[in-house]
């Protein structure tokens, strides 16, 4: 079964609303989870490295401002995608690691649709 | 390069072999994965394999790693249409962030 878990798994917003996407880690706890994006027919693209107790780590060329991440636990990290506009349109998707493993798993992915 | 390359696109025949390739940078990258995505969905873990070691198998995927010549490779025995997927490599470039190649779409035809 799943590990991740990803909510809402698609929305649609109007341009200037803000929308906040969650990400649990179900079985174990993670310090450490990633938020990627992925543009149709693309590879996935690391937005941030979020953590827990402590800031997010951004990618060049992600703004902070405008896609903010909180760890509020060991297996919640949400991503809020503030005053969304139409090309924040995207596939959102998350990871976590599994501590002492290789293994990294991915949520289901949230469909953001901004009109 | 920067990249993870990957051929992508591959075409088999079910109850053939598929062989998907990559090659990627880092040398030293302590992990490297194979993730499948389905349309529409998330990805899912395949399998890892740790760098030092050649080979893994698990059941019908056989990982094969050449550090020397930073390659990777993801051999599905028996493919089945359940199988037709877009298959990422990806390795873990420190502090396990990973870097993605485009994917390969596999087509298994019946």
């Known amino acids: 079964g799943a590990v991740v878990s990803q909510h809402p798994s698609r929305v649609i917003c109007k341009s200037g609303t803000s929308v906040k996407i969650e990400c649990r880690s179900l079985d174990f706890q993670a310090t450490t989870m990633f938020w990627y994006r992925q543009f149709p027919k693309k590879s996935l693209m690391l937005m941030a490295t979020s953590n827990e107790g402590s800031k997010a780590t951004y990618e060049q060329g992600v703004e902070k401002d405008k896609f903010l991440i909180n760890h509020a636990s060991l297996t919640l990290s949400t991503l809020t995608v503030t005053s969304a506009h139409p090309e924040d349109s995207s596939f959102y998707i998350c990871?976590?690691?599994?501590?002492?493993?290789?293994?990294?798993?991915f949520g289901p992915g949230t469909r953001l649709t901004v009109t | 390069g920067e990249d993870v390359e990957q051929s992508l696109f591959l075409s088999v025949r079910e109850g053939d072999s598929s062989v998907i390739n990559c090659t990627y940078t880092d040398s030293s990258s302590t992990y490297l994965y194979w993730y499948k995505q389905e349309p529409g969905a998330g990805l899912q873990l395949l399998t890892y394999?740790?760098?030092?070691?050649d080979m893994k198998q698990d059941q019908r995927l056989t990982v094969l790693l050449n550090k020397k010549d930073k390659h990777l490779s993801l051999r599905i025995a028996d493919t089945q249409t359940g199988d037709s997927a877009i298959y990422f490599c990806?390795?873990?470039?420190?502090?396990?962030?990973?870097?993605f190649g485009k994917g390969t779409m596999l087509l298994v035809s019946p």
């Open positions: 394999i740790f760098s030092n070691m």
């Open positions: 990806a390795e873990e470039r420190g502090y396990s962030t990973l870097t």
């Open positions: 990871s976590a690691p599994r501590q002492g493993t290789g293994e990294q798993y």
